[in-house]
């Protein structure tokens, strides 16, 4: 093989995360044709406008929409306009937010207290949010004020519609704002195949981070506030974060290419068929475990011994955080057949 021949091989063996991948062509195109010329900067431009309604319409209300750089931010910011220091925020003891965010959400809502519950494949145990909220009412514990859950969840998994609504009415009940975590919103989306507003608003939703990085942009993540009210002053809080882009345009102008092409939710499907093959073709390899119930982009395997190694032996790269024996394949939307049946019979040879 010639040294460009084996670069690229080795650039495929690529299981790691769908921020691995690059950009896809609609965002690509869409930058470069907001490249063409001038426009004013600090979202004031026709690229931020039309992201926004196009925004709109993909969720069928008026909500208030922000573009941050990255999910940290989407997360914190959100969270901390939805509580004060003294409050707290309760998610999933798996949560990005607690696990992957070094303290951000605290950091940003100046020590807004992180609680977490349990719940069966990273979804939160609603008793649990109960139990944490009632536990204690005095002045000396930390106010319940938000909800926080992600879908698709850490572990691939997704909320249904149902399972929504009784999220959100626990939480109506309990007076906690409802934060969602969607970097891996168009996943769950395109899985679903439901329309997104029954996986928000209508389901009690304030305030949702939507993933661009995740599914095939550069840069960027969507704060949208379906609870208007939510929002206010949320500009100041990006600039003094250091989340206000001067060039917003290139922030937005992918969204309007996925949005308008309905790429968004292709290539979302496209990385959840994906791993759904993945999957198919791991349960026929005896000795292979399927960890938790497969629903979005991504596959949790138990491997037999010696299987992982072999695999980083062959340049393989995937996420083995989840203990002894377990890999994390994530697919993205530059996964091709191809990558699958290759990762597959890679395994399959070592397994046995
Ligand atoms: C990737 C990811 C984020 C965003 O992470 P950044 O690196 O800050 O962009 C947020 N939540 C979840 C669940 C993620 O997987």
């Not at 063409?36 to 709109?56: F, I, K, N, V």
């Not at 719940?119 to 938000?146: M, W």
């Not at 062959?314 to 994390?328: D, E, L, N, P, V």
């Amino acid at each position: 093989m010639t040294n460009d021949a084996q670069q690229s091989t080795e650039r495929r063996l690529q299981f790691a995360s769908d921020n691995y991948a690059g950009i896809c062509p609609e965002a690509w195109e869409s930058m470069a044709a907001a490249n063409r010329g001038y426009a004013c900067s600090y979202g004031d431009d026709p690229w931020t406008e039309r992201a926004c309604r196009l925004m709109r319409d993909f969720f069928e209300t008026d909500c208030e929409v922000f573009f941050v750089f990255n999910g940290t931010a989407a997360n914190s910011l959100a969270l901390a306009s939805l509580c004060h220091s003294f409050h707290s925020i309760i998610c999933h003891e798996t949560s990005h937010v607690e696990t992957d965010e070094c303290g951000a959400a605290e950091f940003f809502s100046n020590g807004t207290k992180i609680l977490l519950v349990p719940g069966e494949h990273g979804k939160v145990d609603l008793e649990a949010v109960d139990h944490t909220v009632h536990r204690r009412s005095d002045i000396h514990y930390p106010k319940p004020k938000a909800l926080s859950i992600t879908q698709a969840t850490e572990l691939g998994t997704l909320y249904t519609v149902d399972e929504l609504h009784r999220v959100g009415e626990l939480a109506r009940r309990l007076s906690l704002k409802v934060h969602m975590d969607g970097a891996r919103f168009a996943n769950a989306v395109a899985a679903l195949g439901v329309h997104p507003s029954e996986l928000t608003w209508k389901a009690g939703v304030d305030v949702l981070c939507f993933g661009g990085t995740k599914n095939g942009m550069a840069v960027g993540e969507a704060v949208i506030f379906f609870n208007r009210e939510l929002a206010a002053e949320f500009d100041y809080r990006c600039k003094q974060s250091g989340q206000l882009a001067s060039k917003m345009r290139f922030l937005a102008a992918p969204w309007v290419g996925l949005l308008e092409s309905g790429a968004l939710l292709k290539h979302a499907a496209h990385a959840n068929a994906c791993a759904a093959a993945l999957e198919a073709r791991l349960r026929a390899i005896p000795g292979v475990g399927i960890r938790f119930p497969r629903q979005a982009n991504s596959v949790f395997a138990d491997l037999p011994p010696g299987v992982v190694s072999a695999l980083q032996a062959k340049g393989w790269h995937f996420y083995t955080f989840i203990g002894s024996g377990g890999a994390r394949f994530m697919c993205s939307w530059e996964t091709t057949d191809g990558d699958v049946e290759h990762l597959a019979s890679d395994i399959e040879a070592a397994a046995r």
